[in-house]
């Protein structure tokens, strides 16, 4: 194990995930803490400093969206829930609640190795304030609000690009809709989700190949949509 490996506390009642969990993190480098249930996983968080949280939703004491506004109060760190609860309105809760992403039981462990990586290198960014996001043949410079596609300039509108920097900013993660409602247009426009797929399809003209099959910017249905970062 590397001396600086990233801290990982994962939380959740079932010991079968917590073994399967730490197994697949451990390979992959990472140093992992256990916690069972909210409490311990607050004690632990005070105590360990962790670097990411991973929480399943189902926890016998506290409810996992009242322990990620609970961490959410005193700190930044990372979070990305697991749950079975496959609703939409839940995922949105705990996005809206101060949560980096969501991932669904059963699920693979490439998928969530790939969510905290995102996780972890949003962090970085957010430290080191990188003025250029590169996203595959995507390159965002946010200092001079310019954006090549394989190699090209692309002329986008001020909304465009606010909409691409948000998604950029967050790149590998989902943004919900009002998240990015309110970032680009204001508190006003948080429900008009019509106006956000009309600017949505108007980027995908412009940064995809294929519009109709897009590779970069993914759609979470009933959520929000993901830039996809490549590794």
């Not at 970085?124 to 003025?131: T, V």
Request: proline share 5%.
């Amino acid at each position: 194990m590397a001396p600086h490996a990233p801290r990982i506390l994962v939380v959740d009642d079932e010991p079968a995930i917590r073994r399967f969990l730490n197994s697949a993190l451990t390979a992959d480098g990472y140093s992992v803490t256990q916690a069972e249930d909210g409490r311990t996983a607050l004690a632990a968080i005070q105590r360990d400093k962790p670097d990411l949280l991973i929480i399943d939703l189902g926890l016998p004491d506290l409810d996992g969206q009242d322990l990620i506004r609970e961490v959410r109060g005193a700190s930044d760190v990372p979070i990305i829930i697991l749950s079975v609860r496959d609703d939409e309105a839940g995922k949105v809760s705990a996005l809206d609640n101060g949560a980096d992403d969501y991932v669904v039981k059963p699920f693979g462990v490439d998928e969530l190795l790939a969510r905290v990586r995102a996780a972890l290198r949003h962090r970085i960014q957010q430290q080191g304030h990188d003025p250029i996001i590169r996203c595959g043949h995507l390159e965002i410079d946010l200092a001079r609000r310019l954006v090549r596609c394989r190699g090209d300039s692309l002329k986008l509108s001020k909304k465009e690009f606010d909409l691409l920097r948000t998604l950029a900013e967050h790149a590998g993660k989902v943004v919900t809709h009002q998240q990015l409602l309110v970032r680009v247009w204001g508190e006003a426009h948080r429900h008009d989700n019509e106006y956000l797929r009309v600017y949505v399809r108007q980027l995908r003209a412009k940064i995809e190949a294929d519009p109709h099959q897009p590779a970069y910017l993914l759609t979470e249905p009933g959520v929000g949509y993901r830039l996809k970062f490549d590794d």
